[in-house]
């Protein structure tokens, strides 16, 4: 038996042992790559909807503390416009108008990373177009702290040729 020909069958053989080990390891990786990134997406989309959660209730709590009906002052709001609301009525309006706005986002943000349904995204382009013009009457993106991102997504669904339904 010719040992140099048994030791280089050893070799050939361990050389690819050491490739398909180093090929699994670098599919084990890759798996807990993916892994990691979708259960970071999950923890900041979950963070998200909490502190969405926490914004929409502090602002209709706040909304609450004026006592006024928002069906009457959103229809004052469209029958005589901005100017025939007093400050508080107003604020009132921004309130509840953030709320709604916050709410929106979260389901925009939801939606991108795969936890909402394209219905519920359709939902959500469809409350926007429908809200949007009072949102512009109150000025509600002039000194509220909205992502850029959220207002970016609201001025593409409304210049977006879909009509509201």
């Given at each position: 038996?010719?040992?140099?020909?048994?030791?280089?069958?050893?070799?050939v053989?361990?050389?690819?042992?050491?490739?398909?080990?180093?090929l699994?390891?670098?599919?084990?990786?890759?798996?807990?790559?993916?892994?990691?990134?979708?259960?970071?997406?999950?923890?900041?989309?979950?963070?998200?909807?909490?502190?969405?959660?926490?914004?929409?209730?502090?602002?209709?709590?706040?909304?609450?503390?004026?006592?006024?009906?928002?069906?009457d002052?959103?229809?004052?709001?469209?029958?005589?416009?901005?100017?025939?609301?007093?400050?508080?009525?107003?604020?009132?309006?921004?309130?509840?108008?953030?709320?709604?706005?916050?709410?929106?986002?979260?389901?925009?943000?939801?939606?991108?990373?795969?936890?909402?349904?394209?219905?519920?995204?359709?939902?959500?382009?469809?409350?926007?177009?429908?809200?949007?013009?009072?949102?512009?009457?109150?000025?509600?993106?002039?000194?509220?702290?909205?992502?850029?991102?959220?207002?970016?997504?609201?001025?593409?669904?409304?210049?977006?040729?879909?009509?509201?339904?």
């Amino acid at each position: 038996m010719d040992w140099e020909a048994v030791g280089a069958i050893g070799e050939v053989v361990g050389a690819a042992a050491v490739v398909a080990t180093l090929l699994f390891l670098v599919s084990q990786l890759r798996q807990n790559t993916t892994s990691l990134d979708a259960t970071r997406t999950a923890n900041v989309s979950q963070l998200y909807q909490f502190r969405a959660q926490m914004h929409m209730e502090g602002m209709l709590r706040k909304a609450e503390a004026f006592g006024l009906s928002l069906a009457d002052v959103m229809s004052r709001l469209q029958t005589d416009g901005i100017e025939s609301l007093n400050q508080s009525e107003k604020i009132f309006l921004i309130c509840h108008a953030t709320a709604d706005a916050v709410r929106l986002d979260n389901g925009l943000f939801q939606h991108r990373n795969g936890f909402l349904d394209d219905d519920y995204a359709a939902y959500v382009e469809r409350s926007i177009r429908m809200l949007a013009p009072h949102w512009e009457q109150i000025d509600l993106f002039g000194f509220s702290g909205f992502r850029q991102g959220f207002i970016d997504e609201v001025n593409r669904i409304l210049a977006s040729d879909e009509s509201p339904t």
